[in-house]
Each structure stands twice: as C-alpha cells, then as structure tokens.
C-alpha cells in the first residue's frame, strides 16, 4: 500500500506544471474580464436604459408604457399602479423606476391624459402615489404612435409576450418632448422644442429646405440661443427667469428658467440676499396655476441693478449644454436636432406610405372578394350540379375553379383556395338575400377610394404635408411658443454686486482691505469687486479686495475700480527724478492687469507725484504752481488751467509745466467737465442702452438729460441714462427727453368712441413716475404719436346718413394749438372714423438736434478753443511732450 501511494504521489507530482512550464493558455486575464463584462454592461445602459430611440423618441421604459396604455386602453382611466403592474410584463426592473418615468411623461402633457395629482414640474410637488392617480392615452397619442400593420416585433425578455422594437410615430415625437440620460461613457441632453415649429419644419423638409428649429420650454422664461449649435456639443443656451417691475419696489418672477423650481429660485434667492450680494426686504409665492414670486425690494435699493443682480447671483440666470445623442441602427450617434428632425419627417413620409399600401391591399381584397361573391351568386354556382354533389373540399375546389374560369380577367390576383373556404363559409341565409345593387355602389365606392389611394401614393410629398396640417389644425391650440428668445447682454457680476463691505485703508503703513476697522473708513463695496491705488510715488496697482493687503506706502487715492471707465480722468503732475523737468498729463485708465504696477511717471528714480486728483466726470480744475527760488527766472508763480491739457491714454510722458524746479502745486478753483456728453444707443434685441454704437442712438447726455418712455396703454415714463436699466416690452417709443420739442397725438375716447387730435409738449416729471397722455375713460386707447412737427394723417371714415366710405388727408397742425399735455384735444372728425394713419415719417431727433448743438458749440467756441481734447485711449509716445507757458 505504502509503495502504490507513494507511486501515486510520484505520478501526482509529476503531473504538476515546473516553473519553466507556460501556463498562458490555462489562465484568464482579469483584465480582459472587466474589459469584457464593462462593455457588455456600458451597452446594455446605452440602447436599453438611458438613450432615446431617432425613431419613436423613446427609452426602453417609456416605449413599453405606451404599448401597456394601448394594450389596456379601452376609453376609460386607469390607474397607474395597473399600468405599472402591467408594464412589468415588458420591463424587467421595478415598480419605482415605471412609476417615476410614466409620471414624468404625464407631465409633459402630449401622450398622457391624467387625473388626478400628477406633480408639478414648475414647483418641484412630487406626483400622488400611483394608487392614487389615473392616466389614458390622448388622442393625439392614438393618432400619431400607434399601428400594429406597420409595428416591429420583439419577444419580451421572458419570451411570454410580444413588444415593439419602435413605436411607428409619425411625428418629430423627440425633438417636442425633448430627452435626458446619463449611461456609462455617454450621456444625451436634448431640448424640447415647439410643437408647432416642429410641424412647420417638417413641412419645410417636405418641400426641400433644410429647418432651423429652436427649443421651446414649457417653463417659458427668455432663452438666449446664440451659440445653441443645433444642439450639438459644445453648444450652449442661456435661459433667464422672467422679471417684471411692478414698481420702484416690487419685482415679479412670472416664469422660471428651463430646469429649476419655483422652491429652488426662492432658495437662490434668499442665499444671495444672505450673503450680501442682493438686498431684498421679503420674498413671496404666490404661484397657482401661474408663477409668481413678488420680491419685495428693501428701501433705497435699484429695481434695475437688483434685476441684474438676480441674474448674476441666483439661479434667475443658468446655462445649459445641450448634447444630442441617439440610437439608430442599434448604436449611439450624435446628430443635430435640424439632422433629427429631416430624418423623423423623412421616417413620417415612410410610414405613411406603408399605410396607404397596406390600405390599397386591403381595398383590393374587399373588392376581390365583393366580386368573388357576386359572380358566385350571380351565376348560380352555388346550384351548379356538381357543386352541390361535391364530396370534399379538393373537389370543390376543382368544380369552382372551372366555374369561375371565364370571369379570371376579372380579378387582379388569382384565386386560391383560401379564397373558395371563405366562399363557402358563407351562411345560405346571406348568399339569398344578396343585394346585386348594393354590392356594385359598394364596390364603386370602394374603387373611388382606391383611386384616392394610388393618388396619395403617387403624390406621397403632398400627402405627407396634408397629414402635418392636420395635425397641426388638430392638436396645435394650446401650444403656441412659450420661450422667449432673445440675445442676453452679459451680466459682470462686479457692476452689479450690492456693496456689502467697506473698504478701509493704512495710507502710511501701505495696507487695504475690509477686515481693517480700526483703520481709515475709504467707502462701501463688495466683496468681489476690484481697487486701484495710487502712491506718492506715482506708482499704482488694481487688485482684488481682501480682509488685509499689502499694496505699497505712501498711499494718495483709492478706490474701487470699474473696468472700462472712460469718465473718471486722472490729473497728475509729477517731477522726472529729483532734478528733471515736471510734466502734467490727464489719462484714465480702462484696463489693467491685477496685482501689476503701473506708473504714472517715466520711472525715474526719485520721481514724486506733486499733485494728484480722481475726477469722476473728467472735470479739468485750475492750479497754483510755486517754483523753487532761482536768480535766472522774474516770476516764480503762474496758474495751470489743466482744461487747456489734452486726455491721453495712461502710458503717456504729459506735457512739460517746468524746466526748473517746483517747490510745490496747490488746488486754486474748481473746473467743469471737459468730456463730451456721453453717446447713448437703444438695443431693441437686448431691451438695453449702450455706448457701443449698437442699436437706435439716442443721443448726447450731460448731467440732468432724461430719456422718454411712452406705452401702448398711452402712458409715459422718465429715466436717467443709467447703462443698467431695463426697458418694458410694452415700450412703443424710446428717445432723448427734449423739454420744447413739440409731439402731436392721436387718441381714442373709451365713452364716446370719437377720435382727439392734440398737440403737447412732454412735462419733465419726476424719474419712474407714470403718467397718462391720454384720459382714463375705460377702452381709451393711444392711436398715433409722432414727432413731426407738421404732421400729416390719413383718415378712413364714414360719412353722413348713408355711412359712405370717405378717405381724406388732414393737417393736423391746422386743427389745434399747442396746449397741455393733460387736455383732451379737439375732435379729429365728426364723422365715423374707422382707421388713422401717419403720411408723414418721423423725426430722428437725436441725429437732427444732436447736429445743430455741435454746428452752435463750432461757431461759439472756435475763439477759445487752445488745446484738443483727444480720445483716453489715444497713447502718447514717451518723447511726445509739450511745453506749456513761458518756462
């Protein structure tokens, strides 16, 4: 026994691989595991779980509550527990995830009639339990999803029942609902986007021109899709909430950006007000079947810089990138939405001429067998002798065929025995009260069908665009666009944070910040915004603010920066090291690099700053400069008018005041502005002003100049030229406030429907107060204002007894004088005015008036002018200098 185990053991050993032995074949890589099973699993999310199918826009989950809502529809509700219940014959996952997805296609309003509390999407209210609600299909549904003739079939996952692959959908189904899902390696983020455009692009493919659709969100709101990209990656959509002034202190959100709650705006809100960067009095909801967030705004505080605010600070502003990407052909692919839409309208057209088809054969099997049946009964077969003596159904066949032999030419197909069976099947009781004449108008009416039907088949483009018409006129009410697009201006947060810290400063020490209490208090700001500082030594920096920063000593100004101010120009006159010349400059300064220092002088060793002022509205005063006693110079004190020097840019040398020393300059009196009025644009697309040139000009403001707002509803309004104000879209004339210009208005009396005519100048009320140009009588309505100083109208009218059309051409000049704004005019007519309308164009009063103050100031002015005054920008070369005065 000892030796055959000790054989055995041997034998075992033996049989062991050495170490020298390759045991690749016999080993399996655990990499090449996980690289296996990961694409398998990255697969199944990508075409089962996360991605829409291009044919029917569905997922797996969404597709299969369909067929379960069709498979149970009979007219009726059902509750969504049984529709889930019954979907879990198709889909092999839970309860919770059917429930959640058929919940959210309820809430999309298209394919799902429902009842019951179905959640909210606008506020974030979760949907009942589904025990509690119930759902059927729409109409539009049954209309546009649904045909099992032209259905492909698939086993379910447990080989009991039969589910589509896709749902024949004869609608861009995807691109109205939009999609979102996250699988592994990719994810897809389509847009919903305007059912009624979506029909209209399809049309347009119809015809051969490539669509250009746009999203459309059932939150509304305002979009900007400059860089949407088709949807494509890479693209991106701006959304915004949309925000009314209801008064200078109440502000109203009344619809949401795409993809955030009223509760999560409020949350937003709420958190910038806490952290200073917004300051509101109180927030309210009020949203019911609309959205309405009234903000409360606290004393003191912009509606217009506040609007912006919200903007920059809460979620009343959001991006979103938007990335399409489908399955076709049972792989991903990335398309563009104008790309999806050609080939669901292309997929439309196929489908539609799979049902005329199918439609046409069933029209010709009717006939056929119509025809079948009436020669049958006609000729009598069913007495024929050998027919009735027929013994089984092969011999009945032979007899029928021979009978029916001489009427073959009258069929479009052969007959088959198939044919015969359903023949026979027929009860004696149908075959004796056959009606010849009933069975003839019902084939006619059948053939006029079928012409029908091989004219749509052969027209299959118009027949295509028919069906999107009637979709259209069927289903569209209701469904006009509710996203507004439009182009955003970009919203710098540092403009329009709220100031909620102070700054403070350590002119010797050379420290700043707003954690410095003890400290010299400079002015409010916020945390986010940038200062300049300027020293003794003529150096200056831009940095952020900070609790404490080092930023040199011998501090002389500082201040919060604002990028791109042309208005606040720097005086500065400043001796080139300790015996050079001293030279004056005025600059401004647009924009830096933050933390790199600047120099006012040419840099010097020794250079000092001897005066040094920020004027915010590019004032010029005058100076005393002292000169150091020397036996070669009379007169060693003289007057610098800086008006006289010309604005260069901040890297310019300046103008030479001494050769010889300055013992010092001292402020003498105060100087006005020597900048141009500033330029002002209205950008009707951004609802915005500007100094960019872009839009309406509106003309040159100084000091107190006002802007002129007037209404539809026949009111107007005053605004100072503040870039941040926001403009109402119920606006019907914006321009430059000129206190003498002379406005002639058209008006409709709301009592006696007759039509005034009166001639006014605008008042220069307060800014933000409203008032009405035309009187309150209810149905009042403002029917024409215009600017020309002789205005003429064209009045469609009625006249007399008859009420005989007349059409005449009036002065308006010649019916009245200038007179209050508030008086009611005289009547235009006193026959049945119909229509007014303007023959004589408007005034641009901002190119015209704007040219004759610069003509005036030319001729004035030409005496006294002495130095130009160029552009901030315009940068001086360092050997670019002139002398002023004798020394």
């Known amino acids: 026994m000892i030796d055959e185990t000790n054989n055995s053991e041997e034998n075992n050993l033996d049989n062991l691989p050495s170490e020298d032995t390759d045991q690749t074949s016999n080993t399996i890589s655990l990499s090449g595991l996980y690289e296996t099973w990961f694409l398998d699993y990255a697969s199944y999310v990508i075409l089962d779980r996360a991605v829409p199918h291009i044919n029917d826009g569905f997922k797996p989950v969404q597709r299969r509550i369909l067929h379960s809502l069709k498979e149970m529809d009979d007219g009726r509700f059902n509750k969504a527990a049984n529709v889930i219940g019954n979907t879990m014959k198709y889909h092999p996952h839970g309860d919770a995830s059917i429930g959640d997805a058929m919940v959210q296609l309820g809430q999309k309003d298209l394919l799902i009639d429902c009842q019951g509390n179905w959640g909210d999407p606008v506020t974030g209210d979760s949907a009942a339990a589904p025990r509690y609600i119930e759902g059927r299909l729409s109409k539009f549904a049954n209309d546009v999803t649904f045909n099992p003739d032209t259905t492909k079939w698939q086993l379910s996952y447990d080989g009991r029942n039969k589910e589509p692959i896709t749902l024949p959908v004869k609608f861009p189904l995807l691109l109205a609902q939009g999609a979102e899902g996250i699988a592994v390696g990719l994810a897809t983020k389509i847009m919903p986007h305007n059912f009624i455009e979506l029909i209209d692009g399809s049309i347009q493919v119809l015809n051969g021109e490539r669509p250009n659709i746009f999203p459309d969100f059932p939150t509304g709101g305002l979009a900007d899709i400059s860089n949407y990209n088709e949807g494509q990656r890479g693209g991106k959509i701006r959304v915004r909430a949309k925000i009314e002034e209801r008064d200078k202190k109440t502000l109203a959100i009344t619809e949401i950006p795409f993809g955030t709650t009223t509760g999560g705006l409020i949350e937003s809100i709420v958190s910038a007000n806490d952290k200073g960067k917004i300051k509101i009095k109180k927030i309210e909801d009020n949203t019911a079947a609309e959205v309405e967030i009234m903000i409360h705004l606290a004393p003191g505080i912009s509606p217009d810089m506040t609007i912006d605010a919200l903007y920059a600070f809460t979620s009343c502003e959001s991006s979103i990138s938007p990335n399409t990407c489908v399955i076709k052909d049972n792989k991903p692919l990335f398309m563009s939405v104008n790309d999806i839409l050609i080939e669901n309208t292309n997929q439309t057209k196929d489908l539609l001429r799979q049902e005329l088809e199918i439609r046409l054969h069933e029209l010709l099997e009717r006939i056929f067998f119509s025809n079948l049946l009436k020669i049958f009964i006609q000729q009598g077969m069913y007495k024929h002798p050998d027919y009735e003596n027929s013994g089984d159904f092969d011999t009945v066949v032979g007899v029928l065929n021979s009978l029916f032999a001489p009427f073959a030419d009258q069929f479009y197909r052969p007959i088959t025995p198939e044919d015969y069976k359903k023949l026979i099947d027929k009860p004696m009781s149908s075959i004796t009260r056959f009606d010849i004449k009933k069975a003839d108008d019902l084939m006619k009416s059948l053939e006029d069908e079928i012409k029908e039907v091989k004219k749509n088949l052969k027209n299959l483009t118009e027949f295509a665009i028919k069906w999107f018409e009637y979709l259209r006129g069927k289903y569209a009410k209701g469904r006009e666009r509710k996203t507004e697009l439009r182009v955003f201006d970009k919203v710098e947060a540092t403009q329009v944070a709220l100031a909620n810290a102070k700054l403070y400063v350590n002119r010797e020490e050379g420290f700043i910040g707003i954690g410095m209490k003890k400290d010299e208090f400079v002015s409010e700001c916020s945390d986010i915004d940038d200062i300049i500082v300027f020293r003794e030594d003529g150096k200056y920096s831009v940095v952020k603010v900070q609790d404490k920063v080092f ?337």
Do not use: C
Request: no cysteine; net charge neutral; hydrophobic share 35%.
């Open 551 to 887: 930023v040199g000593k011998d501090i002389i100004h500082i201040a919060v920066f604002k990028k791109g101010d042309e208005r606040t120009i720097y005086n500065a006159i400043y001796n080139d090291g300790p015996n050079g010349n001293t030279y004056v400059k005025r600059f401004a300064v647009t924009g830096v690099t933050r933390d790199k220092e600047y120099d006012i002088t040419k840099g010097t060793k020794g250079s000092k700053l001897l005066y040094f002022t920020a004027n915010p509205n590019g004032e010029a005063e005058v100076v005393h400069v002292q000169l150091k006693a020397n036996s070669k110079l009379r007169k060693l004190t003289f007057d610098l008018d800086l008006s006289e020097i010309a604005i260069k840019g901040k890297g310019s040398l300046g103008n030479i005041v001494s050769k010889y020393p300055v013992k010092k300059v001292t402020f003498k009196s105060a100087g006005v502005s020597t900048l141009a009025g500033r330029k002002i644009w209205y950008d009707d697309v951004l609802k915005r002003l500007n100094a960019d040139e872009r839009g309406k000009f509106l003309g040159e403001f100084d000091g107190d100049d006002k802007i002129l707002m007037v209404f539809n509803d026949g009111t107007y309004e005053l605004s100072n030229f503040d870039l941040s104000n926001h403009f109402d879209e119920k606006m019907i004339r914006i321009e430059k406030l000129y206190p003498e210009h002379v406005y002639t208005a058209i008006h409709k009396d709301g009592k006696s429907g007759a039509f005034y005519v009166k001639r006014f100048v605008f008042d220069d009320i307060q800014i933000g107060k409203r008032v009405s140009i035309i009187n309150d009588e209810p149905g009042s309505k403002l029917v024409l204002l215009t600017n020309n100083p002789h205005p003429v109208v064209k009045i469609d009218q009625f006249k007399g007894k008859s009420q005989t059309p007349e059409t005449i051409q009036q002065e308006t000049n010649e019916l009245i004088d200038i007179k209050k704004i508030k008086a009611q005019g005289n009547r235009l007519s006193f026959h049945n005015v119909q229509k007014v309308s303007a023959l004589t164009q408007e005034i641009d009063l901002a190119a015209k008036l704007t040219k004759i103050e610069k003509v005036e100031t030319t001729e004035t002015a030409t005496e006294d002018i002495k130095l130009e005054i160029t552009n901030p920008d315009d940068v001086q070369s360092s050997d670019d200098t002139g002398q002023i005065g004798l020394f």
